[in-house]
């Protein structure tokens, strides 16, 4: 089965920590980007992070200096390190995976709840 196991959310502190991680599990197709989305309750799903298979990273301008999006090629993994979490980055997060053809793969969605 091809899918996308997310893990690493739940509930900190304003000022605390939480990392995501979502691995791919039976995807035979090369993947080029994967990353990260949220989306709060009423509103769209908005774009966190991405990282291209070579590295490269792009960010919201929201969460630019306090979120690091990391991947490792052979496991096919995708890493979310969130530091100096703020009650606004409430959400339900997504793992996105966009292969080189055909259909993106997306997560179940993990919550991270941040408290004031």
């Known amino acids: 089965q091809e899918q996308l196991v997310e893990s690493g959310g739940g509930l900190v502190q304003a000022g605390g920590s939480l990392r995501l991680s979502c691995a791919a599990s039976?995807?035979?197709?090369?993947?080029?980007?994967m990353g990260w989305y949220r989306q709060a309750p009423g509103k769209q799903r908005d774009l966190v992070a991405t990282?291209?298979?070579?590295?490269?990273?792009n960010y919201a301008d929201s969460v630019k200096g306090r979120f690091t999006i990391s991947r490792d090629n052979a496991k096919n993994t995708v890493y979310l390190q969130m530091n100096s979490l703020k009650p606004e980055d409430t959400a339900v997060y997504y793992c996105e995976a966009r292969p080189l053809f055909g259909a993106d793969y997306w997560g179940q969605g993990t919550q991270v709840t941040v408290s004031s």
């Open positions: 990282i291209t298979r070579g590295g490269t990273a």
């Open positions: 039976g995807i035979s197709r090369a993947i080029d980007t």
